[in-house]
């Protein structure tokens, strides 16, 4: 952050805010927010609201397996606490109330948390799968020579009548 210019940039390393003076009592002391790059915040909510819509689309997607299901549901609710994180963003950028900056953090955190479940389920489907198709190939691989191959009937005359012209 820089000191003449209180815009919050996201690359730079932000100080601990400033301790009230010694003449201020604590309980006066309010810390005052910084102010938020608007141009950052618009590419924010522009790509959050990205991310939600996608995460609904492929969490109703995934609802058409009942299995996928299990990861489908809490990716749409993902999607859509991400959504109202976004309206509570917006409605800060339009007021300048920091009640909605918490309101932002509260819904983001039940973002995270649905998304972090929806994944972990995710891992514990492609680990099952694997699984499944490891165990078939070596099945396969180890019974290759039992397979008995049933002739097809009248297949040489198929291939009499192919080249005679």
Same mark, same amino acid.
């Given at each position: 952050?820089?000191?003449n210019?209180?815009?919050?940039?996201p690359?730079?390393?932000?100080?601990?805010?400033?301790?009230?003076?010694?003449s201020?009592s604590y309980?006066?002391?309010q810390?005052?927010?910084?102010?938020?790059n608007l141009p950052? @915040?618009k590419? %924010?909510?522009g790509?959050a609201t990205?991310?939600? &819509? *996608?995460? +609904? #689309? !492929?969490?109703?997607?995934?609802?058409?397996g009942?299995?996928?299901?299990?990861?489908?549901v809490?990716?749409i609710?993902?999607?859509?606490?991400?959504?109202?994180?976004?309206?509570?963003l917006?409605?800060y950028?339009a007021?300048n109330?920091l009640r909605?900056v918490?309101?932002?953090?509260n819904? @983001?955190?039940? %973002?995270?948390?649905?998304?972090?479940?929806?994944? &972990? *389920?995710k +891992? #514990? !489907?492609?680990i099952?799968?694997?699984?499944l198709?490891?165990?078939?190939i070596?099945?396969?691989?180890s019974?290759l020579?039992?397979?008995d191959y049933?002739?097809?009937?009248n297949?040489?005359e198929?291939?009499?009548?192919?080249?005679?012209?």
């Amino acid at each position: 952050m820089d000191e003449n210019n209180s815009q919050f940039n996201p690359g730079e390393m932000q100080p601990y805010p400033t301790q009230p003076e010694q003449s201020q009592s604590y309980s006066s002391y309010q810390p005052q927010p910084p102010s938020i790059n608007l141009p950052f @915040l618009k590419s %924010f909510i522009g790509w959050a609201t990205f991310r939600a &819509i *996608i995460d +609904i #689309i !492929f969490g109703s997607l995934s609802c058409l397996g009942i299995i996928t299901a299990v990861y489908g549901v809490p990716m749409i609710i993902a999607g859509v606490r991400l959504l109202n994180a976004i309206d509570q963003l917006k409605m800060y950028v339009a007021t300048n109330d920091l009640r909605r900056v918490e309101d932002t953090f509260n819904s @983001l955190n039940k %973002f995270f948390k649905l998304n972090g479940a929806a994944t &972990i *389920i995710k +891992i #514990i !489907f492609a680990i099952i799968a694997i699984i499944l198709y490891v165990t078939v190939i070596i099945y396969f691989f180890s019974n290759l020579g039992n397979f008995d191959y049933a002739p097809i009937p009248n297949l040489d005359e198929y291939y009499k009548y192919e080249y005679s012209f």
